[in-house]
């Protein structure tokens, strides 16, 4: 069974600082990797994606991936009020397979 | 940019009812997927299509039915409503399933069944 965890939250964070989130996936051959954020009441958005070991950043994201410990994680720098929402792991090898969601909250 | 729609936000139908969902895109994309979305299960597969005509199970298909008559439109019919089926749904569309590109994704249809 293909899985990707990742651990539900919440996960409380003060404005300005760096959120980290992470998530693992058990299929060793999984080719790309998204994160997705999904704010309350609404679908989710694709943030970044990442197929290469390393990092790749984006504004104030950043996503790593470790391919060899089969580990990709999403950092957000000067975490702001609306960076609070629900992130989404997802990992693709012929289907792609998500994780449940790290609820972020950043506090004021 | 990307626009996906979907038929109704909201939207709710009695047991034993025959309920249709539709989803538009405008992208001329290949893939197109149905979701839904409850507290604590995450998104869960219902079906998805990589071309007209074409359609595949994906994790939970029992109780739904799909289809895809054009490229751009993809429909869920839930044939007897049920309140288990009570949920958010969700569709997507993406350029080339095999790339694993990323999904694009509809408002949602919040369904409630009683």
């Known amino acids: 069974q293909k899985e990707v965890e990742q651990n539900s939250g919440p996960l409380s964070v003060p404005e300005g600082a760096i959120a980290s989130l992470n998530c693992t996936y058990s299929?060793?051959?999984?080719?790309?990797f998204f994160w997705y954020r999904q704010y309350s009441g609404k679908s989710p958005e694709l943030i970044m994606s990442?197929?290469s070991n390393g990092d790749k950043e984006d504004g104030r994201f950043t996503a790593q991936l470790n391919k060899a410990s089969q580990y990709v994680s999403l950092l957000i720098r000067d975490s702001q009020p609306s960076d609070s929402a629900t992130y989404l792991c997802?990992?693709?090898?012929?289907?792609?397979?998500w994780g449940a969601g790290t609820k972020l909250i950043i506090k004021p | 940019d990307v626009k996906v729609t979907q038929s109704s936000r909201y939207l709710v139908k009695r047991t034993g009812e025959k309920v249709f969902l539709e989803c538009v895109q405008d992208?001329?994309?290949?893939?197109m997927f149905w979701y839904r979305q409850d507290p604590g299960l995450g998104l869960r597969l219902i079906y998805f299509?990589?071309?007209?005509?074409?359609?595949e199970k994906g994790d939970i298909p029992e109780g739904y039915s799909v289809s895809r008559e054009k490229k751009e439109r993809f429909s869920l019919i839930l044939e007897s409503a049920s309140t288990n089926q009570t949920s958010m749904y969700l569709c997507?569309?993406?350029?080339?399933?095999?790339?694993?590109?990323?999904?694009?994704f509809g408002p949602g249809t919040r369904l409630t069944v009683t």
């Open positions: 299509s990589y071309d007209v005509k074409m359609k």
């Open positions: 299929d060793r051959v999984s080719q790309s």
């Open positions: 997507a569309s993406s350029l080339a399933f095999n790339r694993g590109d990323e999904q694009y």
């Open positions: 997802a990992v693709f090898n012929y289907q792609l397979i």
């Open positions: 992208m001329d994309h290949e893939n």
């Open positions: 990442i197929y």
